[in-house]
């Protein structure tokens, strides 16, 4: 399928980057990111991707309605102390189609 033919519409995130702050490694940590649908489609999310397996995501699988808006629950969980930075990346028909997203902290 070649890239005109599909449908677009435009997203806005209002933090692209959280950080977790401080925090005991071994318990595990939740964040949301809030993905809003500012377009005129619906807003289809087709993956998302981490960038270790330390982090999982949940989403709804349901196209977003325009004006509506689809939270994103990030989970993380520290195999050690470390000061961390993830990247977590959205697959959607919105443009720019790929969408980054970042968590950081320290696990002590």
């Not at 964040?31 to 995501?57: A, E, R, Y």
């Not at 989403?59 to 930075?85: C, M, N, W």
């Not at 997203?101 to 320290?106: A, H, P, S």
């Amino acid at each position: 399928m070649k890239e005109e033919n599909i449908v677009q519409t435009k997203i806005e995130i209002r933090e692209q980057s959280l950080s977790l702050g401080h925090f005991n490694w071994q318990e595990e940590q939740k964040v949301q990111f809030t993905i809003q649908n500012i377009g005129k489609q619906p807003l289809v999310i087709n993956d998302v991707s981490t960038s270790c397996g330390c982090t999982s995501v949940g989403y709804s699988k349901e196209p977003i309605r325009p004006g509506d808006s689809i939270p994103l629950q990030v989970t993380y969980k520290a195999d050690h102390p470390e000061h961390f930075g993830k990247t977590i990346t959205v697959y959607c028909n919105a443009n720019p189609s790929l969408v980054h997203l970042k968590i950081m902290g320290d696990a002590e």
